[in-house]
T-cell receptor
Framework: EPEVTQTPSHQVTQMGQEVILRCVPI?????FYWYRQILGQKVEFLVS????????KSEIFDDQFSVERPDGSNFTLKIRSTKLEDSAMYFC???????????FGEGSRLTVL | GQSLEQPSEVTAVEGAIVQINCTYQ??????LSWYQQHDGGAPTFLSY????GLEETGRFSSFLSRSDSYGYLLLQELQMKDSASYFC??????????FGTGTRLKVLA
């Protein structure tokens, strides 16, 4: 069964450092997403990506964040200068179309010290 | 603003039926999804309602009333493995999916 894969599963970084989280969405999917979940809280929308450009972004997705699809398979989230409050689980997701079924990766846990 | 409200916690016993409600206020609405998330895991898709009415998938059913901006997830014949968090999510016109506040379901033996 096709799946979304994410790396790394866990990353520890110092405040102010740059972090890149990587995702390989399902190959025939068209829309890609990054979500964030602080422990015990809801799944928060960060950004959606379609046709090699940002479709929509939330107010959380400020200038510190960027996304890229550098090749035909990878989808990355970069945080330029991490803050303590960026500590969270980051989920990548993709969807084929209008089925309402988001496929999530297993997540990348980011810990900022 | 946009909001999706759910009860924070529901407790039920094995074999029982439980309903988890979701009321939403969003700019744009194309459908309501439900996801299950076990502790430490990723959300997994359960169901999607684009039209009013009831959708049934095994022990799980989901209902939508667009006129009331309301939906619910119904879990029947509860099992211990159903203990998890459940999130409703609204798809807006831009293929943006916004998640609700989440409901933690505890199933007791």
């Amino acid at each position: 069964e096709p799946e979304v894969t994410q790396t790394p599963s866990h990353q520890v970084t110092q405040m102010g450092q740059e972090v890149i989280l990587r995702c390989v969405p399902i190959s025939n999917h068209l829309y890609f997403y990054w979500y964030r979940q602080i422990l015990g809280q809801k799944v928060e929308f960060l950004v959606s990506f379609y046709n090699n450009e940002i479709s929509e972004k939330s107010e959380i997705f400020d200038d510190q964040f960027s996304v890229e699809r550098p090749d035909g398979s990878n989808f990355t989230l970069k945080i330029r200068s991490t803050k303590l409050e960026d500590s969270a689980m980051y989920f990548c997701a993709s969807v084929a179309g209008g089925t309402g079924e988001l496929f999530f990766g297993e997540g990348s846990r980011l810990t900022v010290l | 603003g946009q909001s999706l409200e759910q009860p924070s916690e529901v407790t039920a016993v094995e074999g029982a039926i439980v309903q988890i409600n979701c009321t939403y206020q969003t700019s744009g609405f194309y459908g309501l999804s439900w996801y299950q998330q076990h502790d430490g895991g990723a959300p997994t898709f359960l169901s999607y309602n684009a039209l009013d009415g009831l959708e049934e998938t095994g022990r799980f059913s989901s209902f939508l009333s667009r006129s009331d901006s309301y939906g619910y997830l119904l879990l029947q014949e509860l099992q211990m493995k159903d203990s998890a968090s459940y999130f409703c999510a609204v798809r807006t016109g831009t293929y943006k999916y916004i998640f609700g506040t989440g409901t933690r379901l505890k199933v007791l033996a």
